[in-house]
């Protein structure tokens, strides 16, 4: 099965800086989701981006698709300390299924 | 609040031991997906059900793992003969045909 491999692991950050996390996939997705975990909580839902080369934004969330579709971005502008957890890109298994394969997550921390 | 539940929030048991978890999904979802999570990790793909029929699989999944959805609604997930290594903890998530999955709490698995 399809793997996807997100980088950076953890990310410090001052609170109001910027944040980038990506998501790379061995093979083309069909979908790509984004999901945030906060610290003892349980994976959220946030988004699913489909079309190639698609953007999309959620407040001051900006999420990208390749135009491969093996790549997949998420941008924090000016980050709060609301924002930290862990971010997880999650795409098809693959072989038929669709069922989500999670990647291991980026963790941020905002410094405030 | 996602609306999954899952039951109990914690268990610990003595390795050897078998353990069952509950879980009760959003009333109107008829796919249901357990997970493992383990810490630094993402959540790791054990099965899945559409209504009362199990799906999938995953391979990591060995014969001391079982899973049921009897009535198409709750599901139990069973490990028997727990191992140190089970410990982690385990994730019920729902959906309906739209595929976001709605995750519930979990439940933490200590085996000592």
């Known amino acids: 099965g399809q793997q996807v491999m997100q980088i950076p692991q953890y990310q410090h950050v001052q609170e109001g800086e910027d944040f980038t996390t990506y998501c790379n996939s061995s093979?083309?997705?069909?979908?790509i989701q984004w999901y945030k975990q906060r610290p003892g909580g349980h994976p959220v839902f946030l988004i699913q981006?489909?079309?190639?080369?698609e953007v999309k934004k959620q407040k001051r969330l900006t999420f990208q698709f390749g135009e491969a579709k093996k790549n997949s971005s998420l941008h924090i502008t000016a980050t709060q300390t609301t924002d930290v957890g862990t971010y997880f890109c999650?795409?098809?298994?693959?072989?038929?299924?669709?069922?989500?394969?999670f990647g291991r997550g980026t963790s941020l921390i905002v410094h405030p | 609040d996602t609306g999954v539940s899952q039951n109990p929030r914690h268990k610990i048991t003595k390795r050897g031991q078998n353990v069952t978890f509950r879980c009760d999904p959003i009333?109107?979802?008829?796919?249901l997906y357990w997970y493992r999570q383990t810490l630094g990790q993402g959540p790791e793909f054990l099965t899945y059900?559409?209504?009362?029929?199990?799906?999938?699989k995953s391979r990591l999944l060995s014969d001391r793992f079982s899973a049921e959805r009897p009535k198409g609604s709750f599901s139990t997930l069973e490990i028997q003969r727990t191992e140190q290594g089970d410990s982690a903890m385990y994730l019920c998530?729902?959906?309906?045909?739209?595929?976001?999955?709605?995750f519930g709490p979990g439940t933490r698995l200590t085996v000592l």
């Open positions: 998530a729902s959906s309906s045909a739209t595929d976001t999955q709605y």
């Open positions: 059900f559409q209504n009362e029929a199990q799906l999938e």
């Open positions: 093979t083309t997705l069909s979908n």
């Open positions: 009333s109107e979802h008829n796919r």
């Open positions: 981006l489909v079309k190639s080369g």
């Open positions: 999650a795409g098809p298994r693959g072989g038929g299924s669709y069922i989500p394969t």
